[in-house]
Each structure stands twice: as structure tokens, then as C-alpha cells.
């Protein structure tokens, strides 16, 4: 009898450990089939869209996307009717503390370079200017954001940062 429970014991211990093994099998291929089709949520979350108008202004005061984004499509339309001399618009992509410095540079940079100062590092990202009915599009890398990073979107076209920006959170 003596010699008998600790034999019981040695198989439970060996169904427990034969069970352990079995779900970790199991789960693996759950965990592959699980993010699978949450990387294409991703890819879905990391094109970002906004529109300016004629009254000077953007339709979103924000915009996010997930840090496990590795790239970042942003479209711009112009929803407007006046050419891109009078009121165009782009999309500016800063640290917020750089906004009104990179708004200031922008403006002096004129509308054959996008108003955006050339070699400007404090440009994270930006699209060129377009007028009443255009669009256009820029991807770039988020290698260089922080993950719940401090951005801000603007328009660089003189005067309409005032109005036009917003705050971008990645992550
Ligand atoms: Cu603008």
C-alpha cells in the first residue's frame, strides 16, 4: 500500500506535465492565427486622412495612430475651391514645442518649396501645398517618433497655422 501513492503521484505529475505540453502545442498556432489579422488592422490604421477648406481650416483637430506603426500614409485633401496661391494647404508634421518656430520658417520658404524651410530637421514629415480640389498624399517612416511622443500637425501657408493644426498621437 505504502509503495502505491507515491506511484500515483509520479503519473499525475507526468498527465500534468503531458497536459502542459499539449496546450503549449495548442496555443502556438492560436497566437499565429490571432495576429494575423490584427497586422492587417494595422496596416488599415496607419493611413491617415484630412481635409482643408476654403475657410481655412482642417476637419480633424486629431489624429492617431498605433506605435506599431512602421509607416505612416497621411492624405490631404483640399475639399476648396481657390488655387493653392490664395489658400493652399500641407501638412506638417513637428514636435508641438517647434510648431510656431517651424510656422515662422515655413512662411519665409515660399510656395515654390511648400513653405517648408529646406533641410528643416525640426520637419518631421509634410506633404507639398495643393489648392481647391487636389490632394496628395506623403509616407514616412516613424522610425524617428516616441511612442506617446508630443506632436502637432500645421499648414505652413502664411497665417493659417493659427487656425490649421492639431495634435498627432502616435502610440
Ligand atoms: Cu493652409
Same mark, same amino acid.
Given at each position: 500500500?505504502? %509503495?502505491? /501513492? ?9 498527465? !500534468?506535465?503531458?497536459?502542459?505540453? *499539449? !496546450? ?12 494575423? =489579422?490584427?497586422? $492587417? *488592422?494595422? &496596416? &488599415?490604421?496607419?493611413?491617415?486622412? !484630412?481635409?482643408? @477648406? ?10 492617431? /495612430?498605433? $506605435? ?6 497621411? +492624405? ?6 481657390? =488655387?493653392? $496661391? ?5 501638412? #506638417?508634421? #513637428? ?6 518656430? #517651424? *510656422? @515662422?520658417? %515655413? ?8 513653405? !517648408? ?11 507639398? /501645398?495643393?489648392?481647391? %480640389?487636389? +490632394? +496628395?498624399?506623403?509616407?514616412?517612416? +516613424? ?18 497655422? &493659427? ?9
Amino acid at each position: 500500500m505504502s %509503495g502505491q /501513492v507515491p506511484a500515483q503521484e509520479e503519473m499525475m505529475m507526468k498527465l !500534468i506535465r503531458n497536459s502542459l505540453a *499539449a !496546450i503549449f502545442v495548442l496555443a502556438s498556432p492560436g497566437l499565429v492565427l490571432v495576429s494575423a =489579422p490584427a497586422a $492587417a *488592422a494595422d &496596416a &488599415a490604421a496607419c493611413k491617415l486622412e !484630412i481635409t482643408g @477648406n476654403d475657410q481655412m481650416q482642417y476637419d480633424k483637430k486629431e489624429l492617431s /495612430v498605433p $506605435a506599431s506603426c512602421k509607416e505612416v500614409t497621411l +492624405t490631404l485633401h483640399h475639399a476648396g475651391q481657390l =488655387p493653392a $496661391a490664395a489658400m493652399g494647404h500641407n501638412w #506638417v508634421l #513637428v514636435v508641438t514645442p517647434d510648431l510656431t518656430a #517651424v *510656422a @515662422n520658417a %515655413g512662411m519665409g520658404a515660399g510656395l515654390a518649396s511648400d513653405y !517648408i524651410p529646406a533641410g528643416d530637421k525640426r520637419v518631421l514629415a509634410h506633404t507639398k /501645398v495643393v489648392g481647391g %480640389g487636389q +490632394t +496628395t498624399s506623403v509616407t514616412f517612416s +516613424t522610425a524617428g517618433l516616441k511612442a506617446g511622443g508630443d506632436y502637432s500637425y500645421l499648414c505652413t501657408f502664411p497665417g493659417h497655422n &493659427a487656425l490649421m493644426r492639431g495634435k498627432f498621437k502616435f502610440g
